[in-house]
T-cell receptor, first 114, second 115 residues
Framework: NAGVTQTPKFQVLKTGQSMTLQCAQD?????MSWYRQDPGMGLRLIHY???????DQGEVPNGYNVSRSTTEDFPLRLLSAAPSQTSVYFC?????????????FGNGTRLTVT | KQEVTQIPAALSVPEGENLVLNCSFT??????LQWFRQDPGKGLTSLLL?????REQTSGRLNASLDKSSGRSTLYIAASQPGDSATYLC??????????????FGKGMKLTVNP
């Protein structure tokens, strides 16, 4: 199985541009989430979803939108990129949001906004 | 607000040592705690998950313990090898202000095992 697949691996944007970071999982996981990882800040939750059609905000949701139309896909949209959104973005999934469901991570998208 | 701390931020040891990595959290009302490993340029790999009702979990040379009442977890690595070099992160799920859907991560500890 491929697990959690993120595309692209690298991206450079100019301020104000929009783009979508793709995330797909083939493990039939109900729970999916997006994190950003910044030096000195650790991993911070952006948005998450406990199933198709259900999304909610995490710790740092401003400037990002998500949707969950299928179980497999959970894209993250940057509406108008800002330099503060330069970061490494990770998508993660688990079987459920329950007690014994380890989180599985993709390999990340490194985004630079100039 | 749940806070997770890992001290020290970095550790360098010779090969063969037995290691103890520490993780502390401020809100003991957690559902579970997970230890991860992150290699440079890669995502996180889950190592061990301990439910709040458990005291420890073991996988190969790794043993993780949980003392919920004191807000502490330790990851024990036996007979360390250069291949263990990576950043280790702990994360807790839940807490009084967070539901089971949210994990809070520590900032990680960078381990270097020298041959």
């Amino acid at each position: 199985n491929a697990g959690v697949t993120q595309t692209p691996k690298f991206q450079v944007l100019k301020t104000g541009q929009s783009m979508t970071l793709q995330c797909a999982q083939d493990m039939n996981h109900e729970y999916m989430s997006w994190y950003r990882q910044d030096p000195g800040m650790g991993l911070r939750l952006i948005h998450y979803s406990v199933g198709a059609g259900i999304t909610d905000q995490g710790e740092v949701p401003n400037g990002y939108n998500v949707s969950r139309s299928t179980t497999e896909d959970f894209p993250l949209r940057l509406l108008s990129a800002a330099p503060s959104q330069t970061s490494v973005y990770f998508c993660a999934s688990s079987y459920s949001a329950g007690l014994n469901s380890p989180l599985h991570f993709g390999n990340g998208t490194r985004l630079t906004v100039t | 607000k749940q806070e997770v701390t890992q001290i020290p931020a970095a550790l360098s040891v010779p090969e063969g040592e037995n290691l103890v990595l520490n993780c502390s959290f401020t809100d003991s009302a957690i559902y579970n705690l997970q230890w991860f490993r992150q290699d440079p340029g890669k995502g996180l790999t889950s190592l061990l998950l301990i439910q709040s009702s458990q005291r420890e979990q073991t996988s190969g040379r790794l043993n993780a313990s949980l003392d919920k009442s004191s807000g502490r977890s330790t990851l024990y690595i036996a007979a360390s090898q250069p291949g263990d070099s990576a950043t280790y992160l702990c994360a807790v799920r839940g807490g009084l202000q967070g539901g089971s859907e949210k994990l809070v991560f520590g900032k990680g500890m960078k381990l270097t095992v020298n041959p």
